[in-house]
């Protein structure tokens, strides 16, 4: 089991950069995929970004491709969403979720962990 927990949401003016932490918990944290999600008021929660086990795979939503990029250090059983550029349509509460099976997966239900969230807020 993995217990996760993301750091680093905040309130910032368009145009910054924040970078969110996911921290996890367990021995087994290189063997899980992990995926960056996002879910604004009144909206469904949607995929931002995913990296594989090794960090050789990753898959961006078409809105955040060159602007934000997702990494992981599995040494210290930490993964990484690295944001730039920040509009304010990137607000949302930010989760870090943990996938066992293999495969990019851009759905919430093929995830089966899940942090509390970090509150992210792009003034204009």
């Known amino acids: 089991q993995v217990q996760l927990g993301e750091s680093g949401g905040g309130l910032v003016q368009a145009g910054a950069s924040l970078r969110l932490s996911c921290a996890a918990s367990?021995?087994?944290?290189?063997?899980?995929?992990m995926g960056w999600f996002r879910q604004a008021p009144g909206k469904e929660r949607e995929i931002v970004a995913y990296?594989?086990?090794?960090?050789?795979?990753?898959y961006y939503e078409d809105s955040v491709k060159g602007r934000f990029t997702i990494s992981r250090d599995n040494a210290k059983n930490t993964v990484y969403l690295q944001m730039s550029g920040l509009k304010p349509e990137d607000t949302a509460v930010y989760y870090c979720?943990?996938?066992?099976?293999?495969?990019?997966?851009?759905?919430?239900?093929?995830?089966?962990?899940w942090g509390q969230g970090t509150q992210v807020t792009v003034s204009s």
């Open positions: 979720a943990a996938k066992r099976t293999f495969g990019i997966a851009t759905l919430s239900n093929e995830y089966d962990y």
């Open positions: 367990g021995r087994t944290f290189s063997t899980y995929a």
């Open positions: 990296i594989n086990w090794s960090g050789s795979t990753t």
